[in-house]
């Protein structure tokens, strides 16, 4: 019954807010807790900035008719979004695995917004607070809803499954990622795992990366698998090139070359997906090239930028030992002069992380470079002859005294290293 009533307030809310630096008139608020915040704390200034509605999950003696009192906080949120989902007889397409998820997400999300009203995940609110979040900012227009889900430990996606119902799924690759809190590569494929097993019991579509056996293998027995891959596959696609960005051609009439604002041939799985599950859904083979060539990259994910005459690929959003190594290596392939990395360290590593921080050292030991400049992390406890500093203004100030000048750079690391602000003194 609270759920109930709650979906009411809702629906005559301006939409649904966690954070009252950002809250705007009529939203409903919902007090949530951390380790280290209690938005029950903020509830008057909730009411103050004018929330239309404020759930909280401590009873402080308030009264105030536009308060509603609830057992615990997210769980309400958690309900109330998949009360809204059970709303919708749509397509709802979920996206997780170790790398690519946002990039996957933004691809499809330009193909299918050409044809269908889509909604999808803003930015990274793909956790335990921000699934809930985006499934409520669906509006009831919606013809398809696509949900990048997130994971650090098992049974995560599983949870997000329950409230987010995905009757499509995607699995971009599981690689070396939170190997701490999933126990180890085997405990990510069994994590990741987790969104095709809800499609197995829920008679759901997968779309799978035929080159990946592990994905074959891991999306056995789902009623309907849609393939794309570089062989033998639903779809195909082939890179044409990828200096500085990829360009793609795909076996398909309707379709053929696509030119991109993407940087690295790691992007093709990205690609192909986006294009296959454009073609399933209907959307023309002319819209579906134009949609992606469109597309251009932002928020530090694999973005060429320019600073006079240096060119930099700014990679800064998310770093783990398999997102690394093809950074690396598609940076040594790469045809360009003086070339300069500067990476951060990886986190979530658990026990392993010493060891992948050092492969990782000795992989770059085997290129020549103009200079590598190693940032914080378990960099520090690897062998290794470069130059390492704490953090990323230590290592962009020495930067700006080194002669960069025509040089192309790659910077990446985690997004706790905050990489980017290296790009401040260049």
């Known amino acids: 019954m609270?759920?109930?009533?709650?979906?009411?307030?809702?629906?005559?809310?301006?939409?649904?807010?966690?954070?009252?630096?950002?809250?705007?008139?009529?939203?409903?608020f919902i007090a949530l807790k951390g380790p280290s915040f209690n938005g029950n704390d903020f509830v008057l200034k909730a009411l103050e900035m004018g929330a239309g509605t404020v759930v909280m999950d401590e009873d402080r003696g308030l009264t105030d008719d536009r308060i509603i009192l609830v057992e615990d906080g997210l769980k309400a949120l958690q309900e109330l979004a998949l009360f809204h989902r059970l709303q919708f007889k749509i397509p709802?397409?979920?996206?997780?695995?170790?790398?690519?998820?946002?990039?996957?997400?933004?691809?499809?999300?330009?193909?299918?917004?050409?044809?269908?009203?889509?909604?999808?995940?803003?930015?990274?609110?793909?956790?335990?607070?921000?699934?809930?979040?985006?499934?409520?900012?669906?509006?009831?227009?919606?013809?398809?809803?696509?949900?990048?889900?997130?994971?650090?430990?098992?049974?995560?996606?599983?949870?997000?499954?329950?409230i987010a119902l995905p009757t499509y799924g995607i699995i971009t690759n599981c690689g070396k990622a939170h190997l701490e809190g999933f126990g180890g590569e085997e405990g990510v494929r069994k994590g990741k795992g987790e969104l095709f097993d809800f499609l197995r019991a829920n008679k759901g579509t997968a779309f799978v990366m035929w080159d990946y056996k592990y994905l074959r293998k891991m999306s056995h027995d789902i009623p309907e698998i849609i393939t794309y891959g570089t062989e033998d596959a639903s779809l195909t696609g082939q890179i044409i090139s990828s200096d500085p960005f990829l360009e793609v051609q795909i076996?398909?009439?309707?379709?053929?070359?696509?030119?991109?604002?993407?940087?690295?041939?790691?992007?093709?799985?990205?690609?192909?997906?986006?294009?296959?599950?454009?073609?399933?859904?209907?959307?023309?083979?002319e819209t579906i090239r134009n949609s992606i060539s469109g597309y251009i990259p932002s928020n530090s994910r694999s973005q060429l930028l320019k600073k006079g005459n240096k060119e930099i690929i700014l990679d800064a959003y998310n770093a783990n030992p398999t997102s690394m190594r093809v950074a690396i290596e598609n940076f040594e392939a790469r045809k360009a002069e003086r070339k300069w990395i500067v990476i951060g360290g990886m986190m979530e590593l658990g026990e392993n992380s010493i060891k992948e921080h050092q492969e990782i050292v000795e992989l770059l030991g085997r290129y020549s470079w103009e200079g590598v400049l190693l940032v914080g992390g378990d960099f520090v406890k690897a062998e290794h002859h470069f130059r390492y500093f704490a953090d990323s203004v230590t290592a962009g100030k020495w930067l700006a005294s080194q002669d960069t000048e025509g040089s192309?750079?790659?910077?990446?690391?985690?997004?706790?290293?905050q990489m980017e602000r290296v790009l401040d003194f260049l």
């Open 2 to 28: 609270v759920t109930e009533f709650l979906y009411e307030r809702f629906l005559k809310s301006s939409g649904v807010q966690t954070d009252t630096r950002k809250i705007a008139p009529g939203e409903l």
């Open 92 to 162: 709802f397409i979920a996206i997780t695995g170790s790398n690519g998820k946002t990039t996957t997400k933004e691809l499809i999300h330009a193909v299918l917004a050409s044809e269908f009203v889509t909604y999808t995940t803003k930015g990274n609110l793909n956790n335990h607070i921000g699934v809930p979040l985006t499934i409520l900012s669906v509006g009831l227009d919606a013809q398809i809803a696509v949900i990048e889900m997130g994971a650090n430990h098992l049974r995560e996606i599983e949870s997000y499954c329950r």
């Open 251 to 285: 076996n398909d009439g309707s379709i053929g070359k696509i030119k991109t604002n993407l940087v690295g041939d790691y992007n093709l799985p990205n690609l192909l997906v986006a294009v296959t599950v454009g073609r399933y859904f209907g959307v023309k083979g």
């Open 408 to 417: 192309t750079l790659l910077v990446k690391g985690s997004r706790s290293m």
